[in-house]
């Protein structure tokens, strides 16, 4: 066997060496390396990013503060240009960070390189984190809350801002006494709220699994109390932001379901920031900034003029349930919602009693008259102390009689007879039409304000539609229907009332557009219910137009006025106040007290 020439082997282990060679990795360069620290840092692998770094333990515990400072939820990273010198080199970096609440913060820097060992190293520094960041600084995430947003009414005063509430907590299995703990409890809060019982807190502290809430008391009231509150065993108190009613006489209760329904959306969108901070925990500087974004003021139509002169005026009605509400006709907004602390025991009247409307309902039968072609104003109609219809028998009040005069004349001196024999010839739907048209019947989503308009049944009865047309069958209204009715006297048509402005009312039920007949017709009439009828005492308050109505009830009557001056359409209602002067005399106490212009 012939050996192999020698140039062969040799030429064979060259070949060899080479390819070992060939085979052996080549050092990363600073791209590479550069790119292995920023992706597992934006993986939170602080120990991988740190193991790319030349100061490891002092990266990776700078690198996991980091993550933990900004309570961040992911991060993205991406490398840019690089630079080589020899044996350092730059690498640009872009991070893009994912903070709580969607937040977003995006920022530029630098990595500087170097070798170890002959492999590329991202050279330690805090400026490997943000180009602004010191040694043994760190970031931190900060939270500024956005200033909550007030309420204000139509003149721009405002009824509610931001502010602080103190929570009486009362936990019964914390308190040695809970009789006597309660009994003490309930005369310490007494002047804020005297609906509160010891009986009420006793029954409700024992049976809560906690702490019971008892009461929630304004800054200023809770420091009057402070002191007692503090030797009560088993009371605690809690302090919340809130917002706060700036005067607790202006409407209260309805400011109240106001606060209920904007509570969701006052406190705006708060700003962030993120700053540096040393290793004593102190802020150094601000590396980024957002602001606060607050949510802007609420209006709610209320006017405070109107509404205070409307709360005095009912309030000086000294044991009868007394209520008020005032629109404004050209606009639909509620300018007032008064009642007095007799009427405040049975709720929202004001907005949602319903009432017999008694001949203020002849609103609603004269604009049926006139829609169905039965009368105009002019029409001569039959004024009898008493009228006989089928089996009922109607008396004008005091049986008084004017024989044939107008419809005007008998809607001015409220002839109960000429109604009762005008509905008795009507359809049967025919009021119910005619409510609808002036706005009562529907139901309205009023946001912050509970209503109801009032129900007209159809009569297909006689004796029921008979007595429907003055007021006294099967109709109930309540002072925010009537108040209505007369809006969509003065302006020609119902107007979507609103309190919360910006916040749309929602309508559901029939509401037809009013005739022009109906609404010109039902003007001169009222107008002359004022200057020759039964308003008479109100006739000093300028161009007054308005409807009486006394509703007999079991125990007496109701007391009712209706009507609008100007921009200001009104209805009063006092419960069992007998004759309908009362009400006239209230309302002529608001209007005195209106500024002028109003």
Excluded at 61 to 76: C, F, H, I, R
């Amino acid at each position: 066997m012939s050996l192999p020439r020698r140039g062969t082997v040799l030429t064979s282990v060259l070949l060899l060496l080479a390819g070992l060679v060939a085979c052996t990795p080549k050092p990363l360069g600073p791209e590479s390396a550069a790119e292995q620290f920023v992706s597992s840092f934006a993986e939170r692998d602080a120990a991988a990013a740190a193991e790319h770094t030349d100061r490891v333990d002092t990266a990776a515990a700078a690198l996991d503060g980091v993550w933990n400072g900004l309570q961040a939820e992911s991060m993205t990273a991406t490398t840019g240009a690089v630079a080589v010198d020899g044996d350092t080199a730059t690498v640009d970096y872009t991070y893009t960070w994912q903070l709580p609440k969607d937040r977003v913060w995006t920022y530029d820097g630098r990595l500087q390189m170097g070798r170890r060992d002959g492999d590329w190293v991202v050279r330690w520094t805090a400026t490997d984190v943000h180009p602004q960041l010191g040694d043994t600084q760190t970031m931190v995430l900060r939270s500024t809350a956005a200033p909550r947003a007030r309420v204000n009414e139509h003149a721009g005063s405002d009824v509610l801002v931001p502010g602080e509430v103190h929570q009486v907590l009362f936990d019964a299995s914390e308190s040695s006494d809970v009789v006597g703990t309660a009994t003490f409890l309930q005369r310490t809060v007494a002047p804020f709220d005297p609906s509160i019982t010891a009986q009420s807190i006793v029954e409700s502290a024992t049976a809560a699994a906690g702490p019971y809430s008892v009461i929630s008391l304004r800054d200023d009231d809770y420091q009057t109390v402070a002191a007692p509150l503090a030797t009560m065993s088993g009371v605690t108190v809690s302090e919340q932001a809130d917002l706060v009613a700036t005067d607790r006489t202006f409407a209260p209760d309805l400011i109240s379901q106001v606060k209920k329904a904007v509570s969701d959306d006052v406190d705006g969108k708060a700003g962030w920031s993120v700053v540096a901070v040393n290793s004593n925990g102190n802020d150094v500087g601000v590396l980024t900034e957002t602001a606060p974004q607050p949510v802007p003021s609420f209006s709610v139509s209320l006017d405070r003029p109107v509404q205070v002169a409307a709360q005095n005026a009912v309030d000086a009605v000294p044991t009868d349930q007394a209520m008020m509400v005032v629109v404004q006709p050209s606009t639909g907004a509620v300018l007032a919602v008064a009642q007095n602390k007799a009427a405040d025991v049975d709720g929202p009247v004001a907005s949602m009693g319903l009432y017999p409307p008694g001949s203020t309902f002849k609103i609603v039968t004269a604009g049926a008259a006139i829609a169905t072609g039965l009368a105009t104003p002019d029409t001569s109609v039959p004024c009898p102390g008493r009228i006989e219809i089928g089996e009922r028998s109607i008396p004008n009040y005091n049986e008084f009689a004017l024989g044939t005069v107008s419809m005007e004349t008998a809607f001015a001196r409220s002839c109960n007879t000429s109604f009762a024999k005008l509905a008795s010839e009507m359809p049967a739907d025919a009021l119910t039409v005619s409510a609808s048209k002036f706005g009562i019947g529907p139901d309205y989503g009023v946001v912050g304000l509970p209503t109801e308009s009032g129900s007209v049944p159809p009569a297909s009865d006689l004796v029921q539609r008979t007595e429907d047309g003055f007021g006294q069958g099967k109709v109930l209204v309540s002072t925010f229907g009537m108040a209505l009715a007369a809006a969509t006297i003065a302006h020609g048509s119902t107007p979507v009332p609103q309190l919360i402005m910006g916040d749309d009312t929602t309508i559901d039920g029939d509401h037809p557009t009013i005739d022009p007949a109906m609404v010109d017709g039902l003007r001169g009439m009222m107008r002359t219910v004022v200057t020759s009828g039964t308003a008479l005492r109100i006739a000093d308050q300028g161009e007054v137009y308005g409807k009486t109505g006394e509703a007999e009830v079991e125990g007496g009557s109701h007391a009712w006025f209706v009507g609008y001056r100007g921009d200001l359409a009104f209805a009063t209602l006092v419960v069992r106040g007998g004759s309908s002067d009362n009400a006239v005399a209230v309302t002529r106490d608001m209007m005195t007290a209106l500024p002028p212009g109003y």
